[in-house]
């Protein structure tokens, strides 16, 4: 690494013959102030011919990474400041001028974070006074008033020759008397003063966006903005040339320009000159790491081989630990190890995975499950000689007990050495659409109907056209501002966030390389970089994540043993399970992780699993890799016989039998390099880099030559070895690791076992363990229904706090809904009502409240929730004897009335004959208060008028030919647009007999997008396609039957009732009446008034309100 007088001298080059350096740059990463990124304001700083930038966000050295990585592209340098913006007003600009200044300015701001709670920064003088050695501080004057004399004077006395005083010209009446006057009071007081543009943006367009983000912050509008908007309007990056002319024409002097240049000079601090160390691991006996290291991996190897290690397996142990002893990694594997160890200890479920499955030394030190010997698996996907990048070990843990292993690494490691790496959360495209709308003064309404137009993950805002298909006057100009500067938005940080368990840990201080801050969760603390900063500084990062479905599983596991006797774990589930693949084969895999999604399910019957590593495959092929590099298809015919497998040479033959011939692992491409062209493991390895980052970089011309030139000299012909790179090239981008695959093969196995084997235990788990996976809580029930489970109601009598079984004469257990199901019920509620039960139950609804001390609020959640059953209420009668009720109780009057033997007249309610709720109305009130039913399904209640309108059930889909045009409704589940299916969407219906999965082509989304991504209930006319046992409806044109939907809760039983409905309501449409004027001063003309679900015979009463259901879609990509 350079030296520091190495780097002094070549920033004193760039700054050759420089005459002005930009000092006051506000990024974006001053969350809502900013208004442009680094690489922007780089980029333009390279273009004005500027030769560095002074980067001084606020409080923080949040993008500081970003800088130092844009300073590498452009070529015009980053000077690492902040401003600090002190508790009394006043505001600083501090550079450190070389690496024990920055590491004093780190440990400044981390004092001043943790002083003032997340999102804050306390810090006065003081404070100041005792962290700026060695560091340059600007003064941020506002007028040259007493308050500046006090602060300049103080400046002077905390940093000396070092203290400056900054002009910016303000485009404000009397500027040039500003300026003077604040240069004299700099005189008067000894400090220099110096030239900045206090600049938030990089070019003078971005002055719309500043506004808006400023409106975001202050929580306001434009119009109502006023004072607090950022002061004057040119706040973008200027050339020398015109800062030259203004400071000649406002100051009559360019000497503070070019004392800029010397601060510059004084700064020779980068970023690079950080060394990051990670924790030394002593082991036993004042061993090294790499010593003890070697000792673990020998004594536990006989507890993964008891039958004696193999040759190979020592040969490859030896390799690695050979290779972490020169990379000096041994203590980053200790530490993975010692967590993992802690886990275990406390019975907490965790597994390694990702490409730390490659490795032997992992697996055998019980940190991954996976043989990566015996899977033939590359330790060079995981670390690599060439590389010399950190390696990365990602552990998954139970979700819910992950908290404890977090807090054991801060007490292990001190809060000094270890926090969170951050998140940056951006804005996406719903949110900017929502936040910029709002900020330009756009009514509620027309920012839902706006949002509602945008895909969840969309990148590119909401277009003109969609905005056209509401209605809405596009060349309003408000509404087309709107839409431009949400687009600019997009991907714009917006606050700081943590990671889900990134963990950083140094061996000295980690707040002298970067600030720490608080979390918003408490006993949490993060550093100001993400994952990607760290990565490109060096440090090295252990992951500590959770994993919803081992915590489903431990929750399994422990139902299984209390309410069967059955003491199981992980590695005691029976392999190659029949009954389970089986199982897998038909597709009947709702719940189960990993193979849960449509997709996933459409794969199943074609690959047929029978083994193991059929699932690892499974796991793999429904990914952008294989789809991209056309791998699924060539597969899925060999799999089926239906087409020849073939190996031009006993080399590929190895590498390929597994998978069919069909390269579908990065560690498969690597292989064919090192077998088929003679590349190292390490060359095979940076291959694999660079095709993953191709299009970006475009770096992998030499990879090409040399691969497809060393298969040549191996006998290949040059069209195969051709061929061969370009199938590799086009997955590599997005390969997916067979490591990983593996690890999360073990867990969909387990999973998959559970439900085989023990459905009611396993939909017990899943509902505890919400929200997770694909699935709605509705849907886990109606599957385990399915399965032969029954299923109870919440009850105030019989429900704990979390699901539970119950016994029953069948062969499963029943299962009991708990009351963390009945929305809106505080966990402290539910706990105090299960507490005071105890084995004696409740009598009454007054009883519950007098025992367990409950608020009435918390009875009319059980009330809503149905669960009186028990006390012989209906859901009605239940929240009549609740609305009886005071609000506390008064166990005082209580007990005196009972030993007087009396009632006071308010304790006497007269008997009321409540009507009975129709079976819709239940229904409603079903998945209002807990988001499922156990009665009919709402679809049932609509069958008549579906059968009316032509539309077949979804299970009748069987039966259908291919080819067919059917009509559909159902309830919309899922939405599902994955970025390697170009545009296409698949949608997921249900209705009372089956689900149906939709395939919706770009061009049609877009000419349905309101109804796609706003539809509770679709129908549709689509053509089926069949593919052996797979089933898909081609989508034609789709309809919202949301207004249906939400008559269901007017229909009396399952057979409907007829309504009458008014006289001036049609069956059908009519056409509009050729002399109606074009232009309908009063609106919406004959057809428009015709709405398909006010017909007769539809259930819907016209002047009642149709509030029904609401099914909550849940979208992935």
Known sequence: MMSEDDLGDEQADDLEGARYVELQVTTHFSFLRGASSPAELFSAAALLGLPALGVTDRNSLAGAVRAWDAQKVTG????????????????????????????????????????????????????????????IGILVPDRADAACEEALDRLAVIFGARAYLALSIRRRPRDAIRLRDLARLAARAGVQTVATGDILYHAPERRLLQDVVSCIREKCTVDTLGQRRERFADRHLKSVAEMERLFTRYLGDVTPLRRSVEIARACRFDLGQLTYTYPDEIGESGLTPQQELERLTWTKAPGRYPHGIPGNVREQLLHELRLIGDLAYAPYFLTVHSIVQFARSKDILCQGRGSAANSAVCFVLGITSIDPVKSELLFERFVSAERREPPDIDVDFEHERREEVIQWIYETYGRERSALTAVISR???????????????????????????????ARDGVEAKHAQELNLDTSDKRLALTLELARTLINTPRHMSQHPGGFVLTLGR???????????????????????????????????????????????????????????????????????????????????????????????????????????????????????????????????????????????????????????????????????????????????????????????????????????????????????????????????????????????????????????????????AQPMGFYAPAQIVRDARQHGVEVRPIDVNHSRWDCTLEPTQGRYHALRIGLRYARELKNADG?????????????????????????????????????????????????????????????????????????????????????????????????????????????????????????????????????????????????????????????????????????????????????????????????????????????????????????????????????????????????????????????????DLYDPDLRLGSGIIPGQPTEGIKVKTRDFR
């Not at 600083?92 to 997340?118: D, F, Q």
């Not at 910029?436 to 895909?455: F, I, N, P, R, T």
């Open 76 to 135: 015009c340098r980053a000077i690492i400041g902040c401003r600090l913006d002190l508790v009394c007003g006043t505001s600083l600009l501090v550079y450190p001028t070389n690496r024990e200044a920055y590491s004093r300015l780190c440990r400044l701001l981390s004092i001043g974070k943790a002083r003032g709670g997340k999102g804050s920064c306390h810090l006065d003088w003081s404070d100041v006074a005792d962290w700026v050695e060695g560091t």
């Open 427 to 457: 804005f996406r495209a719903r949110g900017a659409v929502r936040e910029v709308g709002k900020a330009l003064g756009l009514s509620e309404d027309m920012l839902s109907g706006l949002a509602s137009q945008v895909w969840g993950w």
């Open 510 to 768: 980690l707040d002298e390389l970067v600030p720490i801050e608080p979390a918003a969760m408490a006993d949490r603390q993060i550093i100001e970089w993400d994952k990607d900063d760290i990565d490109a500084l060096g440090f090295m990062k252990v992951d500590v994540l959770g994993l919803g479905m081992l915590g489903c599983m431990r929750r399994a596991f422990a139902l299984l043993e209390d309410d069967k006797g059955i003491a199981m774990d992980l590695a005691s589930i029976p392999h190659d399970d029949p009954e389970t693949f089986a199982m897998i084969r038909k597709a009947d895999t709702l719940g189960v992780f990993q193979i849960e999604s449509r997709a996933q399910m459409a794969m199943l019957p074609r690959i047929k699993p029978t083994k193991f590593y059929d699932l690892v495959v499974e796991v793999a092929i429904v990914r952008p890799g294989p789809i991209q590099g056309d791998m699924v298809h060539p597969y899925l015919r060999r799999r089926e016989g239906k087409e020849a497998i073939s190996y031009p040479t006993e080399e590929l033959r190895r590498v390929l039998e597994k998978t069919l011939g069909v390269p579908l692992f990065q560690e498969q491409a690597m292989r064919v390099a090192i077998e088929c062209a003679g590349f190292t493991p390490s060359e095979a390895d940076l291959l694999r880099r660079a095709m993953a980052t191709f299009k970006l970089t475009g770096g992998v011309s030499h990879f090409r030559d040399k691969l497809i030139n060393g298969m040549i000299a191996r006998g290949y012909q040059r069209d195969f070895a051709e061929q061969t790179f370009k199938q590799i090239e086009g997955f590599g981008s997005y390969g997916f690791p067979e490591s990983h695959a593996a690890s999360f093969a073990l867990i969909a196995y387990a999973s998959s076992w559970m439900k085989c084997h023990h459905p009611d235990v396993f939909c017990a788990a899943l509902l505890n």
């Open 831 to 1087: 706990a105090a009502i299960v507490l005071a039960r105890g084995n004696e139950p409740y009598a009454s609804v007054e009883e519950i409240q007098r025992r367990a001390g409950v608020s009435g609020r918390a009875l009319d959640r059980i009330g809503h929730a149905g669960g009186f059953g028990s006390l012989a209420l209906s859901r009605r009668a239940g929240l009549w004897e609740v609305k009886g009720l005071g609000e506390e109780v008064l166990p005082l009057f209580a007990a005196a009335d009972a030993r007087a033997g009396k009632l006071r007249p308010e304790a006497i309610e007269p008997e009321v004959a409540l009507p009975q709720m129709g079976e819709g109305e239940e229904v409603v009130e079903d998945y209002r208060a807990i988001g499922l039913s156990l009665r009919a399904h709402p679809l049932a209640f609509l069958r008549d008028e579906l059968a009316r309108r032509k539309m077949v059930t979804c299970a009748a889909l069987k039966d259908i030919r291919d080819g067919r045009w059917v009509n559909l409704a159902g309830l919309v589940l899922l939405r599902q647009k994955p970025g390697s299916a170009k545009g296409t969407m698949f949608i997921t219906l249900e209705d009372e007999t089956d689900v149906a999965n939709l395939v919706v082509w770009p061009n049609l989304f877009e000419k349905h997008r309101r109804v796609v991504l706003g539809a509770s209930m679709m129908g549709v006319r689509g053509q089926v396609q069949k593919e052996g046992e797979v089933i898909h409806l081609i989508a034609q044109r789709l309809d919202d039957l949301s207004p249906l939907l939400a008559s269901v809760g007017q229909r009396a039983d399952v057979a409907s009732i007829y309504q009458v409905s008014r006289a001036d309501i049609v069956r059908s449409a009519m056409a509009p009446d050729p002399r109606d004027a074009v232009n309908r001063p009063l609106g919406r003309g004959a057809r």
